[in-house]
């Protein structure tokens, strides 16, 4: 028969009677609990382990109160497979005198550390020099009294702050200088070029040993001067005298 595994400070229990059981005297070894010949029987319980536990495993309500004995019970306990056990623990006797029907050493305590995952057999038997007497009524009682395994403690290092520092150039605007150059061209005067200096014309418009020098004095006026004898005006223009006079041409361009 399996029990289930007590919970974190919890107690788990199963009754049973040892004269329904069977005798292990040749199969089973001692453990420190003797174990007898037949006809006394015994009763066999499996338990797998689901952590690292103390367990108190009990048939004696002095020191478990849920547990009870009608007999001189003993509690052997071994580890692995049937055709192969290891001794755990045995005790043929409670650990604080037992008030169960048989008087103070009416049942056993055992106390030990049971691994995950592992699974446990628990003999319930009897010990007496009567044989009736060496089987009976039980109530086994299975406490967990807390972890009893390696506590591994892990050292989290701090988390790594990592800053990142961004530094952005921001370049000076770009100031555009434009030039623009004017030049001012000066005004184009445009002369009416004066008669060249003795100009050729027709006969009757000059005396021919008259000369006559011209200067531009504007834009539309020249300056004659009679170099000699007296002064005819070119053909064309509009009226003077001799001499020296300013003489503004008339509607003729070429003298």
Avoid at 113 to 140: N, S
Wanted: charged fraction near 15%; aromatic fraction near 8%; glycine fraction near 10%.
């Amino acid at each position: 028969e399996t029990i289930a595994f007590p919970p974190n400070g919890g107690t788990v229990t199963v009754g049973g009677n040892t004269f329904d059981g069977a005798n292990y005297k040749d199969t089973f070894p001692s453990c420190g609990a003797t174990i007898m010949d037949p006809p006394v029987k015994s009763l066999i319980y499996n338990l797998v382990a689901t952590s690292d536990q103390t367990l108190t495993i009990s048939t004696c309500d002095a020191d478990v109160p849920e547990a009870a004995s009608s007999f001189d019970s003993s509690i052997t306990v071994y580890e692995g497979d049937c055709d192969d056990l290891d001794c755990v623990i045995a005790a043929q006797n409670g650990k604080n005198g037992c008030s169960g029907g048989y008087g103070p050493e009416g049942g056993a305590t055992v106390e030990f550390c049971a691994e995950q995952g592992k699974t446990y057999r628990i003999m319930v038997h009897g010990m007496d020099a009567y044989c009736e007497e060496a089987m009976g009524d039980f109530v086994l009682a299975i406490r967990d009294d807390g972890f009893c395994g390696t506590t591994t403690t892990t050292t989290i290092p701090p988390p790594t702050t990592t800053t990142t520092t961004s530094t952005t150039t921001t370049p000076p605007p770009t100031t555009t200088t434009t030039t623009t150059t004017t030049t001012t061209k000066p005004l184009t005067t445009t002369t009416k070029p004066c008669p060249p200096w003795n100009p050729l014309g027709e006969a009757g418009d000059y005396n021919a040993f008259i000369k006559y020098d011209f200067h531009a004095t504007g834009a539309d006026s020249c300056l004659a001067i009679a170099v000699g004898g007296d002064a005819k005006l070119p053909t064309g223009w509009s009226s003077g005298i001799s001499q020296q006079n300013e003489y503004f041409p008339g509607p003729k361009t070429d003298y």
